[in-house]
């Protein structure tokens, strides 16, 4: 699951965003890998999905759906959101709103990095009613 990156300004909010990474703005999905027990699976979103991840000053949001317009077995919808602090490039996203209600109410730290349009994130994923621990890595393009 997962989530974006953007404009031109550093955040400076209510939370501790002090960064002067362009992270504000709209970011599409490219592709998401995930490690879990040393096993590594690469997703690329254009294949089957289209998401989503927007931030601004002092909230993120994200939404990934199927292209099959939930007609098939490939159905899938998946939103959230919350406030994110940034300092440097340790990105920590404060899940306050999920479609997926286990994963509500936690924290999940990112490195970023942004390289010209290029947003990506990789940090720990951790949900102990989920049952999820692995390594996440995102990334994203900065949508004009």
């Known amino acids: 699951m997962a989530c974006i990156a953007m404009a031109l ?10 960064s002067k990474l362009p992270i504000i703005g709209t970011w599409e999905y490219l592709t998401s890998t995930t490690i879990e027990n040393g096993d590594s699976v690469h997703f690329e979103y254009s294949n089957s999905q289209k998401g989503i991840k927007i931030i601004n000053a002092t909230h993120f949001s994200f939404l990934i759906h199927d292209l099959s317009k939930g007609k098939d077995t490939t159905a899938n919808f998946v939103s959230g959101g919350g406030r994110y602090d940034l300092s440097d490039n ?3 996203e404060h899940l306050e709103y999920c479609s997926d209600r286990e994963w509500e109410n936690n924290d999940f730290k990112f490195t970023i990095d942004i390289q010209n349009d290029t947003l990506t994130q990789k940090g720990v994923e951790m949900v102990e009613g989920a049952k999820v621990d692995r390594v996440i890595i995102e990334k994203y393009v900065r949508v004009r």
């Open 9 to 18: 300004m550093s955040c400076n909010s209510t939370g501790n965003n002090d």
């Open 90 to 92: 340790l990105y920590v």
